[in-house]
């Protein structure tokens, strides 16, 4: 990491340049306007400085070649007054801690787009049913962590979160806002799920596990989940990380848990009301290093 503490506006900016990245850095004051006139720029990263002020969304349509944006962690304020003009094509766009209060319109019209970081900003009420079709079901990556949203609107829970694309795994993280209501089913090609610390308030639903082929990390911690762990749960079998710790959880640990899940790693069922005697019938093909009951 640099220290480099402040940017100029670029007088002569050139069309040619293609890719500036001044994240990690001490930079302060406002983003200077003639940044987003750099009409050839591919690649902007000002992540994690001390910049201040407005950026509005408009000023995104002059950087018509722009495929990734990281305008994370700083003290700017990302402000979408709904006109967007010709937004580009975003593949990659992080907007973490960017004082979002809503998730901006432009991103109904993002067809390429395959990363998306809207985490710790100011977000309020119902995750859209369209976010799931960002990107024309290409997102790989979808954090929506550290806000305030209280429900997944769409018909859910009667289906699963709509399919992205064949064979890509995605990143799921809803982790720390206020959902609550059943548990929604996600999407078959999950590899990391993370719906902690919410108000999550149903029973963990049994087709649950036929939608986790292929997750590797699932959490449900620190929300109000009830009833018992459904067998099937051992049916996940590429789990490595299962953690269901801080919830209401009651009855039997399921035994196969304990006996020879080959690839979990990590169990946490911690802080529940579970009972029974704990079975160490523990094979030499079980992969677990921590268990915490």
């Known amino acids: 990491m640099n220290q480099l503490l402040d940017v100029e506006e670029l007088k002569n900016g050139s069309s040619h340049l293609a890719t500036v990245d001044l994240s990690n850095n001490l930079l302060q004051g406002e983003i200077p306007r003639s940044v987003f006139q750099l009409s050839g720029l591919k690649v902007l990263t000002l992540a994690s400085n001390n910049f201040s002020g407005t950026v509005e969304v408009d000023w995104f349509t002059a950087l018509s ?30 907007l973490a801690t960017c004082n979002l209060t809503r998730i901006p319109s432009f991103l109904m019209h993002q067809d390429q787009m395959g990363i998306l970081d809207l985490s710790n900003n100011k977000i309020h009420g119902a995750i859209p049913n369209w976010i799931w079709n960002i990107g024309k079901n290409s997102l790989t990556y979808l954090n929506l962590s550290f806000n305030m949203f209280t429900s997944v609107e769409g018909p859910l ?29 996600p999407p078959t ?3 990391i799920l993370d719906y902690s610390n919410n108000s999550f308030s149903s029973f963990i639903p049994p087709e649950l596990t036929s939608y986790l082929n292929f997750t590797i990390f699932f959490s449900l911690a620190h929300n109000n989940i009830t009833g018992e762990i459904p067998p099937s749960i ?6 490595q990380v299962l953690d269901f710790s801080d919830n209401n959880l009651n009855g039997l640990i ?6 020879s899940y080959n690839e979990l790693g990590v169990l946490n069922l911690g802080e529940n009301h579970l009972r029974g005697s704990i079975l160490w019938n523990i094979s030499e093909e079980c992969g677990l290093r921590t268990i915490n009951l």
């Open 157 to 185: 829970p009667k289906g699963p979160l709509p399919k992205f694309k064949k064979n890509t795994a995605i990143t799921l993280d809803l982790h720390s806002n206020l959902l609550k209501g059943p548990i929604p089913l």
């Open 254 to 259: 399921p035994p196969c848990l304990l006996e």
């Open 65 to 94: 070649n722009l495929s990734s944006l990281d305008l994370s962690n700083n003290r700017i304020s990302v402000e979408d007054k709904g006109g967007n003009g010709s937004i580009p094509k975003f593949g990659t766009l992080m």
């Open 234 to 239: 051992c049916n996940a079998i590429n789990l």
């Open 189 to 191: 090609n999950a590899i």
